[in-house]
């Protein structure tokens, strides 16, 4: 019997499973926080301490090694993904050089003296055709926005690289130069999805030296092998494969969906993605064209609600019970609302809600919204069940959106995150709305599994992404 191990390196936490290479069922996973981020940065930063990371992530491999025991010595290849968009700066003996800057990071958003934000500036700047070329448009925590703010703040070490913290990851176990797949690079926003190099004429306008940007190298590739050193300190066997890592969105794509020709895949976590694999790029507003692994593209609606909004209804909730009733409640409302929820159909009596409140990534300035009240629906229930449905038609505005770029043949849909697996009514919202059936992965750890499917197709396990589907059971 053989194994492959999945990594992943999240906001929240950092998770390693093993995977039994004949079924793909996961045999041991271990799991830990990750607590790296600092607590004493200005407003606005999200920055982390990358040495921490990389150590939380050695120590999450030895102790997913120490779960498999004697078995360990079957690991044959190690399959990676993490945080898109952010960055960390490097020198050339792989040791971090600055903080981590995750995707949370809203310096991109900082006014100039005329009051314009500089993603506004920097997007002006590339013209025509930018969307077209790069499947996006820059964001703030954005690697080449990140990376032009440090260039302009003189912050950027001269002979120093920037990397996504997977791949440094990566290269770390292996001793080996820093590569990015082109669904990593492809969230820096200045990559040319339709070659999968950088794009010379962006960098120049910006100033960004592409002497500083990751080589972009393939899935297919491998980084190099386990060091002794790195076998020493985890337990893994030495010179074991680590092949480049992929984009967490891609990651959970594959290790949910087992057909990416006719399911659709939902995300909900904090946020909330809605995403389809399609052959040619498409294009519209309110979608990112992301590269995808193996060839084609996932278009993916990213970030419009998710828990965030539940979570800001139930803080509402308290509040009231704390500012109007006097008294803290104990614990969460959120099982309650769940149940509150059930009954009704906020939609039938008018009440409707637009749950953003936190924007979206093309508008952040949009804000949550209810209309409809009436003396019949203001109450808690209709609230909660309209904000439910609200999300759930949010999610179909963003179909509606792949369905545009011509995407034909969905018939189902994966629901893969917290909101949805631990959220029945959210679930059946999104069934009415859709009317299509949400299937569930019996494995909770999507990304992670994806991972491993990588590493199963670049050691000739898997065949291809077809026979990946294999691995995938649904509830």
């Known amino acids: 019997m053989t194994y492959l191990l999945g990594i992943d390196i999240g906001t929240t936490t950092i998770t390693s499973v093993a995977v039994d290479a004949d079924s793909g069922t996961i045999v041991e996973l271990a799991t830990t926080s990750n607590d790296a981020r600092y607590d004493n940065r200005p407003q606005g930063r999200s920055e982390w301490d990358a040495n921490r990371i990389i150590s939380q992530a050695l120590q999450c491999v030895k102790d997913v090694v120490t779960l498999l025991g004697p078995r360990a010595k079957q690991i044959v290849g190690i399959g990676m993904t993490g945080q898109q968009h952010g960055m960390v700066l490097v020198d050339k003996d792989l040791s971090p050089v600055s903080p981590y800057i995750n995707w949370q990071d809203q310096r991109g958003n900082e006014l100039d003296a005329r009051g314009i934000p500089l993603v506004e500036t920097l997007t002006s700047r590339l013209g025509e055709g930018q969307y077209e070329k790069h499947g996006c448009y820059l964001r703030t925590g954005f690697m080449n926005v990140t990376?032009?703010?440090?260039a302009a703040n003189d912050r950027i070490p001269s002979g120093c690289r920037a990397t996504f913290i997977m791949d440094?990851?990566?290269?770390?176990?292996?001793?080996?130069?820093?590569?990015?797949?082109?669904?990593?690079?492809?969230?820096?926003?200045?990559?040319?999805?339709?070659?999968?190099?950088?794009?010379?004429?962006?960098?120049?306008e910006l100033g960004i030296p592409d002497s500083v940007?990751?080589?972009?190298?393939?899935?297919?590739?491998?980084?190099?092998?386990?060091?002794?050193?790195?076998?020493?300190v985890t337990g893994l066997p030495a010179d074991i494969?680590?092949?480049?890592?992929?984009?967490?969105?891609?990651?959970?794509?594959?290790?949910?969906?087992?057909?990416?020709?006719?399911?659709?895949?939902?995300?909900?976590?904090?946020?909330g993605q809605v995403s389809a694999y399609s052959e040619s790029p498409g294009q519209h507003a309110s979608l990112e064209v992301r590269p995808f692994p193996y060839g084609g593209f996932l278009l993916a609606n990213v970030g419009a609600c998710g828990g965030r909004?539940?979570?800001?209804?139930?803080?509402?909730?308290?509040?009231?019970?704390?500012?109007?009733?006097?008294?803290?409640?104990?614990?969460?409302?959120?099982?309650?609302?769940?149940?509150?929820?059930?009954?009704?159909i906020a939609n039938d009596t008018g009440l409707t809600c637009s749950p953003?409140?936190?924007?979206t990534r093309q508008d952040p300035t949009q804000r949550a919204s209810w209309s409809g009240f009436n003396p019949d629906n203001f109450t808690p229930a209709h609230m909660t069940r309209s904000l439910l449905e609200g999300m759930a038609n949010t999610f179909n505005q963003g179909f509606a959106a792949i369905l545009s770029c011509g995407v034909q043949g969905i018939t189902e849909i994966v629901g893969a995150g917290n909101g949805?697996?631990?959220?029945?009514?959210l679930q059946q919202c999104i069934e009415k709305s859709f009317n299509m059936q949400v299937r569930k992965p019996l494995h909770r750890e999507e990304a992670t599994l994806g991972a491993a499917i990588t590493a199963a197709i670049g050691c000739d396990i898997l065949k291809d992404l077809s026979d990946s589907s294999r691995w995938i059971q649904y509830e």
């Not at 940007?213 to 020493?232: F, K, M, N, W």
């Open 213 to 232: 940007l990751p080589e972009v190298s393939s899935v297919r590739d491998q980084v190099g092998t386990i060091t002794s050193e790195i076998a020493a």
């Open 420 to 425: 949805i697996r631990e959220n029945a009514i």
């Open 356 to 359: 953003l409140f936190t924007g």
């Open 241 to 271: 494969p680590v092949f480049v890592p992929i984009g967490d969105n891609q990651a959970s794509f594959l290790g949910s969906v087992t057909n990416r020709h006719s399911q659709l895949s939902i995300n909900v976590g904090t946020g």
């Open 147 to 150: 990376l032009y703010w440090l």
């Open 309 to 344: 909004s539940f979570a800001a209804l139930e803080s509402f909730f308290q509040t009231v019970a704390r500012d109007i009733f006097g008294f803290q409640p104990q614990g969460s409302a959120f099982d309650r609302m769940k149940e509150i929820a059930a009954e009704p």
């Open 168 to 204: 440094l990851v990566a290269s770390r176990l292996c001793n080996a130069p820093l590569v990015s797949d082109p669904t990593a690079a492809g969230s820096a926003g200045l990559l040319n999805i339709h070659t999968n190099r950088w794009n010379a004429d962006a960098l120049k």
